[in-house]
């Protein structure tokens, strides 16, 4: 089995077990030789590690590398009203290679389809360091103060990187905004792709 596959198998796993009331809140996992004869593989192969990395990056998990680890208490759940409004916590930019605009993006922005665009990938974290949100914006040009935004609210399945980056399996579920930010004249400046998992969010549009 591809390490990828068996890494979030076991982690799949252990998360099962978790939520059955195998391990409580703040209960040590068994030891790395324990849990490497559980799934049949070496205690320093590359499975077992992905799968504990995967598992704490979530916050399913609280322990530090090559230590004990512990049962963590479940992700906050946090209520987004406002999807403009600056991130207050700390993120990490993890792409900002220029991009060709597809039909969407450049139906999104008024351009013509293929031009380059700006491009920027934001994976936020939440106060005990685990991702909370990925945010992927395009522009043109510069990037320019916006006097306004719209916002579009749907779901998606989770891809690749996405799923890598949240800590999910693929293809789970998700919240997706669509944010286009608009000048003075309504003219689209920016727009992005916020995607939050839903295990973690509420949605709560206000009225202004």
């Not at 922005?109 to 031009?115: A, F, I, N, S």
Request: glycine letters at 8%; a positive charge; charged letters at 25%.
């Amino acid at each position: 089995m591809p390490v990828e596959a068996a890494h979030r198998r076991i982690a799949a796993d252990i998360r099962r077990r978790i939520q059955a009331g195998e391990w409580a809140v703040g209960e040590a996992l068994p030891s790395r030789n324990d849990m490497a004869r559980r799934y049949g593989v070496h205690p320093q192969t590359m499975r077992l590690t992905y799968a504990l990395l995967l598992l704490r990056r979530t916050g399913v998990l609280d322990g530090e590398e090559r230590k004990r680890v512990t049962v963590a208490h479940p992700p906050a759940m946090r209520t987004l009203t406002d999807a403009d409004a600056d991130w207050p916590f700390a993120s990490e930019t993890t792409d900002t290679r220029p991009r060709p605009a597809t039909e969407e993006l450049a139906e999104r922005l008024g351009v013509r389809p293929g031009v380059i665009l700006r491009h920027e990938t934001v994976e936020c974290l939440d106060p005990g360091g685990h991702s909370a949100m990925i945010v992927s914006s395009w522009w043109r040009g510069r990037r320019r103060a916006h006097a306004g935004c719209i916002v579009e609210v749907g779901t998606v399945l989770l891809g690749a990187d996405q799923a890598h980056a949240l800590g999910l399996l693929v293809d789970t579920p998700a919240f997706r905004l669509v944010r286009t930010r608009l000048d003075d004249a309504g003219v689209p400046l920016e727009t992005a792709d916020l995607i939050l998992p839903m295990d973690r969010w509420l949605i709560r549009l206000r009225a202004h």
